[in-house]
């Protein structure tokens, strides 16, 4: 599967963002799908992550109550919804899809799959 994404920008402190990751090629159905991403001078890290049937997410704890992972199958898109946003968000973010749904969300190397990645720069 092929994975495309989208939506990133410059937004001020305190504003929202809508990541889009878009796939084709497979059926995405089949596959579950993470956010990570990787601040200037920073280890690429779990964001948040989202189960192939939609039934169930995860997030980093830095991000809970502020994003949103959401997925609608039958677009083969998946949206990571930003709000609250600070600078320590700054970063670019990367979608992943992984085959193998039992494995973990968190984890980076159960994604087989990943996106270009999206610049999201926030301003204080």
């Known amino acids: 599967v092929q994975l495309q994404a989208s939506g990133g920008g410059l937004v001020q402190a305190g504003g929202s963002l809508r990541l889009s990751c878009t796939a084709s090629g497979r059926t995405f159905s089949d596959y579950n799908v993470g956010w990570f991403r990787q601040g200037p001078g920073k280890e690429r890290e779990f964001v948040a992550g989202?189960?192939?049937?939609?039934?169930?997410?995860l997030y980093a704890d830095s991000v809970k109550g502020r994003f949103t992972i959401s997925r609608d199958n039958a677009k083969n898109t998946v949206y990571l919804q930003m709000d609250s946003l600070t600078s320590e968000d700054t970063a670019v973010y990367y979608c992943?899809?992984?085959?193998?749904?039992?494995?973990?969300?968190?984890?980076?190397?159960?994604?087989?799959?990943w996106g270009q990645g999206t610049q999201v720069t926030v301003s204080s």
């Open positions: 989202i189960r192939w049937s939609g039934g169930a997410s």
């Open positions: 992943a899809a992984a085959t193998r749904v039992y494995l973990a969300l968190a984890t980076r190397t159960n994604y087989n799959n």
